[in-house]
C-alpha cells in the first residue's frame, strides 16, 4: 500500500510506502585539529559516518559498506512515515497503531507547565494516565509527519532568475507562496519548501498536521534533568529525558500506519544504528565572512544577553514557589542555549580551525581558476555575502529588538504584534503577505494565538521590564524608536501599565479582535495593541530593509558557491541542517576523554550512586521508595557516534531491524562543535536507553498499561 500526495508542483515526488507497524573549552580544543581537517577536506568525500542525510538521497550503499547493513526503499519510507517533527523544535516517534509519540521530557517541558497548576505541579511530580481519557492536552503543541518530498529547484530557479535585492525577495516569496498553496488542499496538511545546500535545490516538503496532542507520562523533572547543567552536553550521564504524548484524529487516538516498534533488549556496543530527526541548523557549507561574523559579533553579543538572561530567570525564581515554577521552563531553555552557544564558539575561536576554515575556502577559489565563466560567478558571490555580512553587522540591534521584538519581551505583545499584522496581512493575496501569515502557515499561527494556555501577569511585566531596558540600552535613550515607546516612563512603569491593562490574556478577546479583522484591531483601546500598531511601521521598515538588501545576497551566493562545488567535486556531501527530516547512520561506541576511554553505557544503579539529595543530583522520592524493585543493572543512557544537533532532541535512535532502542536527548561537550564539522572520534549522541524506558515505567511508575502498548508481542 502506497500513500502519494498530490501537488500542482512540478518534479520528482517521493512517495512514503506504508509497511506493517573549564572542561569544556579544554574538550573542545581537543577535537579542534579534527575538525579543522575535515572542513579543510570539505570538497572531498565526507567520513563514513558524518551526515544528516536527507530520505531522498541516502547513501545507502556507503551505509552497507561502512555497518555492513543494507537499508532498502522500504525500510527508509517506512523510518520517514514513523518519525516525526514537534513544530515547537524538537523531533519525536510514533511508537503504537494508538498514536503513541515518544519524544524527551525536554521537549514537552512547556505542555507539562502549561497544563500544572498551583495545586498541581507535574513539573514536580511528575504525570501518569492511568488512561485515554486522563490524557492532558498541551495547549499548543503541533506534531508533523513528512508524507512526500518533491524537487522544486526548477520552479525557484525559474521564479528568480535575474532577480536581484527586492525584486528577487518578492520573486521568491510569491513562488514559495505559490508553491506551498498548491500543495496545501486543506487544514489537516502543512506543505514548505526548504532551502538545501545553501539554495543549491529546493524541496518542498508535505507534513500531515496533527493539533490535537496530549501528554500521556512525564517524569519527575527531577529524574529527566537529573544532574542538571553542570551534567549538561556531557558523559557519562543518568537523565530519563523521555516522555510519551498521543495523537488524537476526531477526538480518538490516531492510527498511523507506519510506527516503530520497541527493541526488547536495546543495542549491544558495535551495534549499527540510525537517528531519525529534524537537525536544526548548521554552518558546514557557509564562507569564511560568515563564520567570522559568528565568531566575533553574534555568539559573543547572545552569550552576554544569555548570561544576563540567567541571572533574571534565577532571580525571579527565589521569589517564590509560584514564581519558581513560572519561570523554570525559561531557566533551563537559557541555560542550555547558554552553553550550547559558548561550545560553538570556543570552536570557532581555535586558531588552527579557523585558519583551515580560511585555507579551505582559498583553495576552493584557487581551483576556480581553471574554471573562468564559473570563477566570475562564485567570486562574485563570496564578495556579495562579505557585503552583505557587513549590512548586517550594521543593522543587528534594530533587527533584534525592532523587527524581532526583542525589546518588548513578553507573550502579550507578541499576540498584540499577531493581531496587529493579521489584520493588515489577511486581506492581502496569500503571496504578497508576510511569510507567517501565508496561507500554508495559518493554522500553525492561530493554534498559537487561540491556545488556552495561562500567562502570569507577574511573570510578563518581569520579562517586559527587562527587554525595554535593553531596548532603551541598545538604541540608546536618545534614539526616535525609542523615544516613541517609552515616552516619559521608565521601562518598568510602561511594562507594569502596559500588562495590567491589557485583556489579550483573555483567549476571547483575542479571538474576537482576530476575527473582527482591520476594523476591531483599529477600534482597539487595548493599551498592548496600541503599543503594537504604534512600533509596526518601523519594525516592517527593518524587517524589509534586512528582507531585501541581506537575506537575498546571502541566499544568491550561497546558492552559487554550492553549484561551484557540486561543479568541482559534485554532491557527496549531505546538506547543512534545516531543522526538516533527517537520517543519520553510526554505531554504539564510547570515546577516549582526556586519555581515558569513556565506557558507552551507563545504569540505573549509577543514578543512584551519583545521587546526592541536592539539586541537581536529587532523585524524587518515589526513586528512593522504589529502589528495591528495579534491576539496577538496566543500562540508563548511552551514546553512539551519530552525526546529530540541536533539534534532534527526541529523536528515536534505532537499530538495523528499525525497532527503537533508546530517545536521543543530547551530545556530549566535542559534539558542540559539530555545527561547523563532524569528527566521529570525539562526537557522541547521548540517548535515553530503550531499557530503562520500560524498566521504570512499570515499576516506579506503574504504567503497565503503556509497558504493554510498548512491548512487542511473543513472535
Not at 163 to 173: N, P, S, T, V, W
Not at 506 to 519: I, K, P, S, T
Request: proline residues 6%; aromatic residues 8%; hydrophobic residues 45%.
Amino acid at each position: 500500500m502506497s500513500r502519494r500526495l498530490a501537488s500542482t508542483a512540478a518534479g520528482v515526488t517521493t512517495p512514503v510506502v506504508a509497511h506493517p507497524p573549564g572542561r569544556l573549552a579544554a574538550a573542545l580544543r581537543s577535537c579542534a585539529a579534527a575538525l579543522a581537517l575535515l572542513l579543510a577536506l570539505a570538497a572531498s568525500p565526507v567520513g563514513a559516518d558524518e551526515g544528516m542525510w536527507t530520505y531522498d538521497a541516502f547513501p545507502a550503499d556507503r551505509v552497507e559498506q561502512a555497518l555492513g547493513v543494507r537499508i532498502t526503499p522500504a525500510w527508509l519510507d517506512h523510518v520517514r512515515g514513523s518519525a516525526l517533527r514537534l513544530a515547537g523544535g524538537c523531533s519525536a516517534s510514533f511508537v503504537s497503531a494508538r498514536g503513541l509519540v515518544l519524544t524527551n521530557h525536554h521537549c514537552v517541558r512547556a505542555c507539562v507547565q502549561q497544563v500544572s497548576s498551583a495545586g498541581k505541579d507535574y513539573l514536580e511530580h511528575g504525570f501518569l494516565a492511568r488512561g485515554d481519557v486522563d490524557d492532558l492536552r498541551c495547549p499548543a503543541m503541533e506534531v508533523n509527519q513528512l508524507l512526500s518530498i518533491t524537487d522544486v529547484s526548477a520552479e525557484v530557479e525559474r521564479a528568480t532568475a535575474g532577480l536581484e535585492g527586492k525584486a528577487f525577495a518578492d520573486a521568491e516569496r510569491a513562488e514559495l507562496a505559490r508553491l506551498e498553496g498548491g500543495c496545501q488542499a486543506d487544514a489537516s496538511l502543512r506543505c514548505e519548501v526548504v532551502s538545501l545546500f545553501r539554495g543549491g535545490r529546493h524541496v518542498l516538503h508535505a507534513y500531515r498536521r496533527f493539533q490535537d496532542v496530549r501528554l500521556v507520562w512525564a517524569p519527575e523533572q527531577r529524574a529527566a534533568h537529573f544532574g542538571g547543567d553542570p551534567d549538561n552536553f556531557d558523559f557519562p550521564r543518568w537523565s530519563l529525558d523521555a516522555a510519551f504524548l498521543r495523537v488524537y484524529q476526531d477526538g480518538k487516538p490516531a492510527a498511523p500506519a507506519d510506527w516503530l516498534r520497541w527493541s526488547a533488549g536495546g543495542a549491544p556496543e558495535g551495534a549499527p544504528v540510525f537517528v531519525a530527526g529534524n537537525p536544526g541548523r548548521t554552518s558546514r557549507l557557509v564562507t569564511v565572512a560568515q563564520l567570522a561574523y559568528l565568531r566575533d559579533v553574534e555568539l559573543p553579543e547572545r552569550l552576554v544577553q544569555l548570561a544576563e538572561l540567567r541571572g533574571l530567570a534565577t532571580e525571579y525564581q527565589r521569589r517564590g514557589p509560584e514564581q519558581a515554577r513560572h519561570a523554570t521552563t525559561w531557566l533551563r531553555s537559557v541555560e542550555n542555549g547558554y552553553k550550547a552557544l559558548t561550545g560553538r564558539r570556543e570552536a570557532l575561536v581555535d586558531r588552527a580551525f579557523f585558519r583551515s576554515v580560511e585555507e579551505a575556502e582559498a583553495r576552493l577559489q584557487a581551483e576556480l581558476v581553471h574554471h573562468p565563466a564559473l570563477a566570475a560567478r562564485t567570486l562574485a558571490a563570496y564578495q556579495a555575502i562579505a557585503a552583505a555580512v557587513d549590512r548586517q553587522r550594521a543593522l543587528r540591534w534594530r533587527e533584534q529588538y525592532v523587527a524581532g521584538a526583542a525589546g518588548f519581551g513578553t507573550t502579550l505583545f507578541d499576540l498584540a504584534r499577531t493581531l496587529v499584522r493579521g489584520a493588515a496581512e489577511r486581506p492581502l493575496p496569500s503571496g504578497e503577505r508576510l511569510r507567517e501569515f501565508q496561507d500554508a502557515a495559518l493554522p500553525a499561527l492561530t493554534q498559537k494565538l487561540f491556545s488556552p494556555a495561562p500567562l502570569h501577569p507577574e511573570f510578563e511585566a518581569f520579562r517586559m521590564t527587562h527587554a525595554l531596558v535593553k531596548l532603551r540600552e541598545r538604541l540608546g535613550a536618545d534614539d526616535p524608536f525609542v523615544r516613541a515607546v517609552l515616552g516619559q516612563a521608565s521601562p518598568a512603569e510602561l511594562a507594569e501599565r502596559l500588562v495590567a491593562g491589557t485583556r489579550l490574556a483573555d483567549l476571547a478577546e483575542r479571538r474576537a479582535l482576530w476575527e473582527g479583522g482591520a476594523a476591531a484591531v483599529a477600534a482597539s483601546r487595548d493599551p498592548m495593541i496600541a503599543l503594537a500598531r504604534a512600533v509596526d511601521a518601523e519594525a516592517r521598515a527593518v524587517r524589509r530593509q534586512v528582507e531585501e538588501t541581506i537575506e537575498p545576497d546571502l541566499r544568491r551566493g550561497g546558492e552559487a558557491i554550492a553549484k561551484a562545488r557540486f561543479a568541482l567535486s559534485g554532491a557527496g556531501a549531505p546538506p547543512d541542517a534545516t531543522f526538516s527530516p533527517r537520517l543519520s547512520f553510526g554505531r554504539v561506541r564510547g570515546w577516549v576523554k582526556d586519555g581515558r576511554p569513556v565506557a558507552p553505557f551507563t545504569t540505573l544503579g549509577g543514578a543512584f550512586e551519583r545521587a546526592t539529595g541536592r539539586d541537581p543530583y536529587a532523585l524524587p522520592r518515589r526513586w528512593a521508595a522504589g529502589r528495591g524493585r528495579l534491576d539496577l543493572g538496566t543500562p540508563l543512557n548511552l551514546v553512539t557516534d551519530n552525526d546529530i544537533i540541536g533539534g534532534n532532541s527526541g529523536s528515536p535512535l534505532i537499530d538495523a531491524a528499525g525497532e527503537v532502542v533508546g530517545v536521543i536527548f543530547d551530545g556530549n561537550l566535542p559534539s558542540l562543535g559539530g555545527d561547523y564539522a563532524y569528527d566521529g572520534r570525539t562526537h557522541r549522541a547521548v540517548a535515553v536507553h530503550s531499557r530503562a524506558i520500560l524498566e521504570v515505567l512499570g515499576k516506579l511508575y506503574f504504567g503497565w498499561r503503556l509497558v504493554e502498548e510498548l512491548r512487542p508481542p511473543a513472535r
